[in-house]
Nanobody, 121 residues
């Protein structure tokens, strides 16, 4: 089971750190992705990381502003979001899978329920 937290209302230019916690297992053994869904839009990939400290990838819209990382506690993954923009508003999900690093959305087997991020002045 995956549980996200850390979403909030923040002003443009602000920062947030989202957390994804896996209960009953080590999240660093999995390939992890963060996705978001804005109202009226399809869910899109934001960032991903391969298992056991593998490579990362980011959507062009967040490169240089967001960073995905595993935590010192091996059951947690983080998404650090800096210089937030109104276009970053959405419900953020973390997801995990065994087999495919930074794959398609359909490759992810395990999903959290999401945490809301709202960027507004």
């Amino acid at each position: 089971q995956l549980v996200e937290s850390g979403g909030a209302l923040v002003q443009p230019g602000g920062s947030l750190r989202l957390s994804c916690v896996m209960s009953g297992g080590r999240l660093d053994f999995y390939n992890v992705g963060w996705f978001r869904q804005a109202p009226g839009k399809e869910r899109e990939a934001v960032a991903c990381i391969g298992a056991r400290g593998g490579g990362t990838d980011y959507a062009d819209s967040v490169k240089g502003r967001f960073a995905i990382s595993g935590g010192a506690a091996k059951h947690i993954n983080y998404l650090q979001m800096n210089n937030l923009e109104p276009g970053d508003t959405g419900l953020y999900f973390c997801a995990a899978n065994w087999q495919t690093a930074c794959g398609r959305e359909s490759d992810y087997e395990y999903w959290g329920q999401g945490t809301q991020v709202t960027v507004s002045s």
